[in-house]
């Protein structure tokens, strides 16, 4: 099973709709969750943190859910300006040394129809 | 198709080796990329490549060199390795014709600890 399971889309969405994305993880012992946002060209941009008990900046709602190891981000009134790629990530820190990184899921492609 | 393959996935160094992370992908796509992560630090570009025979610096190149021989390959090398190199190494490639929202694919990483 991969670390971070996506689906890849394409999500064709018309302007204004709300589209939701899911996400699960492999590692129970994560221990932060990220939603990244990445456009053509450019490096991947943190979005949102995760947390269980569920956050909002504006139209943007993420919810963590540990004992199914699932994540999902809802777009409400969706803009033509958040076509993307939207990166699902989790951080597990290894033990014993090494760098404490993110694995980036593959990524889910949203793209927002006039 | 594979997407983005990155080998090796961990790797302890000794001050001053050298070493080739390899990222190869089958997907023809044209422009490949290379950022470095460190803890609590955002994605940081070190080296990209619009095709074959193509390289330019990123954000963060010193201590790094990089090749694109073919469309597939894009090799990223540390000469001497230092501790300030410790991180977590991405590669990325997306296609010439690049929309937002379609078409990129992230390696697995690459986790690199220089002692």
């Known amino acids: 099973r991969k670390e971070v399971e996506q689906d890849p889309g394409p999500f064709n969405v018309p302007e204004g709709a709300t589209v939701a994305f899911n996400c699960t993880y492999s590692?129970?012992?994560?221990?932060?969750f990220f939603w990244y946002r990445q456009d053509c060209r450019k490096e991947p941009k943190l979005l949102m943190s995760?947390?269980?008990s569920g956050n909002e900046d504006g139209r943007f709602t993420a919810q963590l859910n540990r004992a199914s190891q699932y994540i999902s981000l809802l777009i409400r009134d969706s803009k033509l300006s958040d076509s993307a790629t939207y990166l699902c990530v989790v951080n597990s820190a290894i033990s014993g040394g090494g760098a404490d990184g993110l694995t980036f899921g593959k990524g889910t492609h949203l793209i927002i129809q006039p | 198709n594979a997407g983005v393959t990155q080998t090796p996935k961990f790797r302890i160094l000794k001050i001053g080796q050298s070493m080739t992370l390899q990222c190869t992908q089958d997907m023809n796509h044209n422009y490949m990329y290379w950022y470095r992560q460190d803890p609590g630090m955002g994605l940081k570009l070190i080296y990209y490549s619009v095709g074959a025979g193509i390289t330019d610096k990123g954000e963060v190149p010193n201590g790094y060199n990089v090749s694109r021989s073919t469309t597939e390959d894009f090799p990223l090398r540390l000469e001497l390795a230092a501790p300030s190199q410790t991180s977590v190494y991405f590669c990325?490639?997306?296609?010439?014709?690049?929309?937002?929202?379609?078409?990129?694919?992230f390696g697995s990483g690459t986790r690199l600890t220089v002692v």
């Open positions: 590692n129970s012992a994560s221990q932060s």
């Open positions: 995760v947390y269980s």
């Open positions: 990325d490639c997306r296609p010439l014709y690049c929309v937002s929202g379609y078409g990129y694919t």
